[in-house]
DNA sequence: CGACTGGTTGAGTGGTCTCAAGTCCTGTGG
DNA sequence: CCACAGGACTTGAGACCACTCAACCAGTCG
């Protein structure tokens, strides 16, 4: 009986302690990673663990923000969807990564989706203990403009690329970035630890469907690319980034 | 022509006057519109107004940032330089505007060269003082974070267009968002009060030189532009917006 | 088993880029 | 004021890249 509610009580602070922010493990990234504990007690009340499954919306463009959403576990995808339909990936969430973030600070609708890519843990944080944070916390501001900063920055840079470099190159990048941010080693190489389909891969590099398939297979028959099931293996990254023609780094 | 020399005289006077922050008609939508006189006043001795001739560099993609910039008349470009040489503008800064500051407040070197458009004069406040701002007022902070804001949603809005749109589309909403933020009102139509060269909106709107001329003469073909000496009209925006396939407002 | 999703390949077309003339402006120095 | 050099602009021809449409295959799930 004690063992019993012994293991009760463990299952429960699991699934407890992981919403709190405390233990996370990926505070000292986070947007939260200048908070104290204190601080972080304080805001618990106000912050909730959502569960997403694969394809599930955390919220859709031109929705109004509600609150701040912060991944815990699993992948998201924010994505632009343009007038003919066809969508644009701006970028990916993983964990420890805020989301949602712009348009609540700037006070506008979303002009983004997101959607979760697997299964997935969200932390959500209500708008109004987030405005707070901001008034009160100057350190958590300083950290919030070194994330727009970057992302800017990102934007930007892969705004010149759309502009001037040819689609294989883009993919070619797209997949080097994917490795470096999701990749796995495995024998013969990195794998990419994130479940991507065809179409969402075209999204991100900003193309069309075929045309990324066409790339990805072109580069399998130059072995700088293995298919291993459903993922990818990049046997050679430093290869395929020459493809690339990376100029950042 | 000697009504628009005049125009100018008199611009070049407004801002020698003035080269204080306190009277600048731009003070209220800029990055400082949140000082009051006296921190307006106790940053004057870290500040140095600029002037430089068409043409002329603020600072070069790779340099090490030394501290803020603020267009205090004239226009600016700020552009990215791809790998091959090829050029991209990534936006536009006139009076009011600040420049260069995501690479201060990210602490890195410059991603992105500035150039003066024409004669232009430009606000220098040191990067010490810059920072010290930042930390004392947190007004100031937020401002910037707005500032940041709307620049990564412009980002990332251009970024699925050159994804997405056919140079044609790009061309004409580069040419009414110009409109827009430059736009004189003529008898006819709206000027554009901005002196760009053919290769300066190929390089807004992510293509070439030759693609953009045949655009711009396809659209006066079609008496959706013209041309008034170097300068363009757009007779009826509306009808470029159209287009343009705009897609936000 | 059929419906469905994801992946793959082919054929054809049109949009953009490149290269290569030329012409039109404009600022400059005689 | 003119002449001129050099930059800015314009147009054409050709090649190629990337998109569309269409068909087909391989799993997966009910």
Redesign the interface.
């Known amino acids: 009986m004690a063992l019993d509610g012994l293991f009760h009580q463990m299952e429960k602070m699991k699934s407890r302690d992981n919403p709190s922010c405390e233990n996370c493990r990926h505070r000292g990234k986070s947007l939260f990673g200048t908070l104290c504990s204190d601080d972080l007690a304080q805001l618990k009340p106000h912050k909730k663990l959502r569960q997403y499954r694969r394809r599930e919306l955390l919220f859709a463009q031109g929705n109004v923000p509600e609150g701040l959403f912060c991944v815990a576990a699993g992948q998201v995808k924010i994505f ?1 969807t ?3 339909g ?1 969508d ?1 990936i ?1 970028r990916l969430a993983g964990p420890g990564d805020p989301i949602g973030y ?1 348009a609540l ?2 006070d ?1 609708a979303y ?2 989706s997101a959607e979760a890519l697997e299964e997935s843990e969200v932390c959500f944080i209500d708008r109004a203990s987030v405005l707070e944070l ?2 009160d916390k ?1 350190l958590f ?2 950290r ?3 994330w ?6 990102q ?6 690329q ?4 040819p689609v294989r190159e883009r993919m070619a990048e797209t997949l080097v970035l994917l490795a470096q941010a999701f990749g796995k080693k495995v024998p013969g190489g990195i794998q990419l630890g994130i479940r991507l389909t065809r179409q969402e891969l075209a999204e991100l590099a ?2 069309v469907l075929e045309t990324a398939v066409r790339c990805i297979s072109e580069m399998k028959r130059e072995k700088l690319l293995r298919g291993e099931g459903r993922s990818l293996i990049l046997p050679d990254p430093a290869a395929l980034a020459r493809v690339a ?1 990376l ?2 780094p």
């Open positions: 632009q343009g007038i003919d066809r644009q701006v712009r600070f700037a506008e002009n983004a901001l008034e100057p501001m300083r919030l403009l070194q727009l900063c970057q992302d800017l920055r934007a930007e840079e892969r705004m010149r759309f502009a001037q470099k900003g193309t023609r100029d950042l």
